[in-house]
């Protein structure tokens, strides 16, 4: 075992014990003891498919998590924070992050993503997409691997590393060489850490809409911040679960979408950053549904992703 992996394990271990913190007891009973049981037993009722959740890092996947163990009754018993394959129909629903094209650094290989989408096209499991603005995902997670790799510490989000926005931008331009290489893939922001880095830019991009080509449901992360039952009832149709969805109440994400637009407004190097971006990947943030310029325009995009989608 390398050094690299047994500190990633032992952060782990810190965050799991924040997040035991932060629940009941029966929630903690739960969340120490499902994985053991899971190895030996693994549930069917009726006629349930696996269910995978998948977001890239970054897309909200955290509320999605929450708001899984929230509204659909007792199958939340089997709700797992994680990724992993199983070869025929369960009960079980992992949530978790997993690529399609390119190897990453936290997220499931994508050797792990195609057995999947084999076993959706069997009819075996049922996968649920959730993306949200790349370039709001984008700074999420540049805060978020900063913390890991200099100071060995996992945050649940922007808000709990900088008090309000004005405090992040202050920090980006200070520091924009480094977000710079985060976002271009350089290994050198991961400095000596063996094993694959985490995707650029560029590349977090293409695998948005290869997943949103690939998956049968693709959910907006902006959307549940509108209408969060409405999106959840479409889950809940995609998975064929016997639940009402106008009976329930639920929460929209604490995060305010499109926060990059208050980012470019104060932060000239990263407006500068937005327009630099190579044409391909430009067309590919529009095709899914997202616009580039302006408050007002990234705001009012509501349409669903022009992708074909067969």
Same mark, same amino acid.
């Given at each position: 075992?390398?050094?690299?992996?047994?500190?990633?394990?032992?952060?782990?271990?810190?965050? &799991?014990? =924040?997040?035991?913190?932060?629940?009941?007891?029966?929630?903690?009973? *739960?969340?120490?003891?499902?994985?053991?049981?899971?190895?030996?037993?693994?549930?069917?009722?009726?006629?349930?498919?696996?269910?995978?959740?998948?977001?890239?890092?970054?897309?909200?996947?955290?509320?999605?998590?929450?708001?899984?163990?929230?509204?659909?009754?007792?199958?939340?018993?089997?709700?797992?924070?994680?990724?992993?394959?199983?070869?025929?129909?369960?009960?079980?629903?992992?949530?978790? &992050?997993?690529?399609?094209?390119?190897?990453?650094?936290?997220?499931?290989?994508?050797?792990?993503? &195609?057995?999947? /989408?084999?076993?959706?096209?069997?009819?075996?499991?049922?996968?649920?997409? =959730?993306?949200?603005?790349? /370039?709001?995902?984008?700074?999420?997670?540049?805060?978020?691997? *900063?913390?890991?790799?200099?100071?060995? @510490?996992?945050?649940?989000?922007?808000?709990?590393? &900088?008090?309000?926005?004005?405090?992040?931008?202050?920090?980006?331009?200070?520091?924009?060489?480094?977000?710079?290489?985060?976002?271009?893939?350089?290994?050198?922001?991961?400095?000596?850490?063996?094993?694959?880095?985490?995707?650029?830019?560029?590349?977090?991009?293409?695998?948005?809409?290869?997943?949103?080509?690939?998956?049968?449901? @693709?959910?907006?992360?902006?959307?549940?911040?509108?209408?969060?039952?409405?999106?959840?009832?479409?889950?809940?149709?995609?998975?064929?679960?016997?639940?009402?969805?106008?009976? /329930?109440?639920?929460?929209?994400?604490?995060?305010?979408?499109?926060?990059?637009?208050?980012?470019?407004?104060?932060?000239?190097?990263?407006?500068?950053?937005?327009?630099?971006?190579?044409?391909?990947?430009?067309?590919?943030?529009?095709?899914?549904?997202?616009?580039?310029?302006?408050?007002?325009?990234?705001?009012?995009?509501?349409?669903?992703?022009?992708?074909?989608?067969?």
């Amino acid at each position: 075992m390398g050094i690299e992996q047994l500190r990633y394990w032992i952060c782990q271990a810190k965050w &799991h014990y =924040v997040q035991l913190r932060r629940t009941n007891t029966e929630g903690r009973l *739960r969340y120490l003891y499902a994985p053991v049981r899971d190895r030996f037993v693994l549930p069917r009722l009726g006629n349930d498919r696996t269910g995978y959740f998948i977001g890239l890092f970054g897309s909200g996947r955290l509320y999605l998590f929450q708001t899984l163990m929230q509204g659909i009754g007792k199958r939340a018993r089997y709700v797992r924070d994680g990724i992993r394959f199983l070869k025929g129909p369960t009960s079980m629903i992992y949530v978790g &992050h997993a690529t399609i094209k390119y190897a990453s650094r936290a997220q499931a290989s994508p050797t792990v993503t &195609h057995r999947i /989408l084999q076993a959706v096209k069997s009819r075996w499991a049922d996968l649920i997409f =959730v993306y949200r603005h790349p /370039l709001d995902s984008l700074l999420s997670n540049w805060i978020w691997w *900063r913390n890991y790799v200099r100071q060995d @510490s996992m945050v649940r989000g922007i808000a709990e590393t &900088h008090k309000d926005m004005d405090e992040l931008c202050a920090d980006l331009e200070k520091d924009f060489s480094d977000f710079q290489a985060f976002a271009e893939g350089d290994p050198a922001f991961f400095g000596s850490a063996t094993g694959p880095r985490f995707l650029s830019f560029r590349e977090y991009v293409e695998e948005t809409e290869l997943f949103i080509r690939s998956a049968p449901l @693709s959910l907006r992360f902006e959307d549940f911040t509108i209408d969060p039952v409405k999106e959840f009832a479409k889950i809940i149709e995609v998975m064929s679960m016997d639940l009402d969805a106008s009976r /329930l109440t639920l929460a929209p994400p604490e995060v305010k979408p499109y926060r990059y637009l208050d980012v470019e407004d104060k932060v000239p190097q990263f407006r500068d950053f937005i327009q630099r971006l190579d044409a391909e990947t430009a067309g590919r943030i529009e095709r899914i549904g997202y616009a580039l310029r302006g408050a007002a325009d990234a705001i009012s995009v509501v349409r669903e992703p022009t992708l074909g989608i067969p």
